[in-house]
């Protein structure tokens, strides 16, 4: 399967929002609903692609290419660990973890917004190549 890169850039801009307002109120109910975003889009079901796909794609044209949506998927499983582990933190009465773990998802989706890097992308990408030099010498 394959993803159009601008969707999750739009996607992480999304996030990045989200996540600012979490870091600025504490909000654990905002938390629980991107949480919920988070593991919809390990299954490739983001409602924010969904606004993606039917509100803007159609304005801005085909994309110059395609990306696998492997590594997007599993930073969306990153992403919902940070979610899940602040979301803990908030609950527990430990804003400090909470408000720490929002942040570090927080710089990861700023990133990948602001400069198309996707950090959670980047450490597949590490250990699909750890796995297959493994492999090699295994062989």
Known sequence: MVVDPRGLRFSAALTTAVLAVVLVTGSWWLLAAQV???????????????????????????????????????AQAVGLGFGLLGLAGLLAGSTLLGLLAVAAALVAAFLNAAFGVCLGCEV????????????EVSA
Do not use: C, Q, T
Not at 45 to 63: D, E, T
């Open 36 to 74: 919920v975003v988070f593991a919809l889009g390990v299954r490739d079901r983001s409602p924010y692609g969904v606004l993606f796909r039917r509100l803007v794609r159609p304005r801005l044209g085909p994309p110059a290419e395609m990306e696998d949506a492997r590594p997007p998927r599993f």
């Open 124 to 135: 597949y990408l590490l250990f699909h190549r750890i796995s297959a030099s493994h492999k």
